[in-house]
T-cell receptor
Framework: GDSVTQMEGPVTLSEEAFLTINCTYTATGYPSLFWYVQYPGEGLQLLLKATKADDKGSNKGFEATYRKETTSFHLEKGSVQVSDSAVYFCALRGFNGNTPLVFGKGTRLSVIA | DADVTQTPRNRITKTGKRIMLECSQTKGHDRMYWYRQDPGLGLRLIYYSFDVKDINKGEISDGYSVSRQAQAKFSLSLESAIPNQTALYFC????????????FGPGTRLTVL
């Protein structure tokens, strides 16, 4: 079945450092790929998404590119801020939409000033 | 107003008690979901419903039941709560397309003593 593997945390960075959180997936066809973020004490919210190969999703300075050849959707940000401290989840939904989202286990990011 | 609301937000109960968690959404979506979040385990799907007459088990449905009272309402019950059901519970809703965003509620923190 479909699955998502993302790097385990926690990840601790200094403010203005470069961030990469790796995500790879296994799925048939062309799934849609998502990054969700969970800030402390809140529910998950969509950060960005990409729905076909080579698409780049972006939001709030974060980017991720749908790479079909490497089945990856790595999350990057050039300069993190303390306010980016959160848990980040990579997820996919199958191409026909008839299955729920499949989530990775999440990566906790802490940014220190 | 929030797109997805959950009640209660916090609940402490005792082993053997019956508990109901309620979820309402104003997105007009047919699809609704219940997840459980435990530290280090990410999000795990309990039940999902693709329309009012459709209920499906997720990966961890044992010990839980659901009711889809209307398009906008989806409740989760623990018939006889046990301590290892202590967790954070999230409700979510989405459209039917593989590219649709899934919207999450703020979560219910349940403690079973």
């Amino acid at each position: 079945g479909d699955s998502v593997t993302q790097m385990e945390g926690p990840v601790t960075l200094s403010e203005e450092a470069f961030l990469t959180i790796n995500c790879t997936y296994t799925a048939t066809g062309y799934p849609s790929l998502f990054w969700y973020v969970q800030y402390p004490g809140e529910g998950l919210q969509l950060l960005l998404k990409a729905t076909k190969a080579d698409d780049k999703g972006s939001n709030k300075g974060f980017e991720a590119t749908y790479r079909k050849e490497t089945t990856s959707f790595h999350l990057e940000k050039g300069s993190v801020q303390v306010s980016d401290s959160a848990v980040y989840f990579c997820a996919l939904r199958g191409f026909n939409g008839n299955t729920p989202l499949v989530f990775g286990k999440g990566t906790r990011l802490s940014v220190i000033a | 107003d929030a797109d997805v609301t959950q009640t209660p937000r916090n609940r402490i109960t005792k082993t053997g008690k019956r508990i109901m968690l309620e979820c309402s959404q104003t997105k007009g979506h047919d699809r609704m979901y219940w997840y459980r979040q435990d530290p280090g385990l990410g999000l795990r799907l309990i039940y999902y419903s693709f329309d009012v007459k459709d209920i499906n088990k997720g990966e961890i449905s044992d010990g839980y039941s659901v009711s889809r009272q209307a398009q906008a309402k989806f409740s989760l019950s623990l018939e006889s709560a046990i301590p290892n059901q202590t967790a954070l519970y999230f409700c979510a809703t989405s459209g039917a397309s593989s590219t649709d965003t899934q919207y999450f509620g703020p979560g219910t923190r349940l403690t079973v003593l």
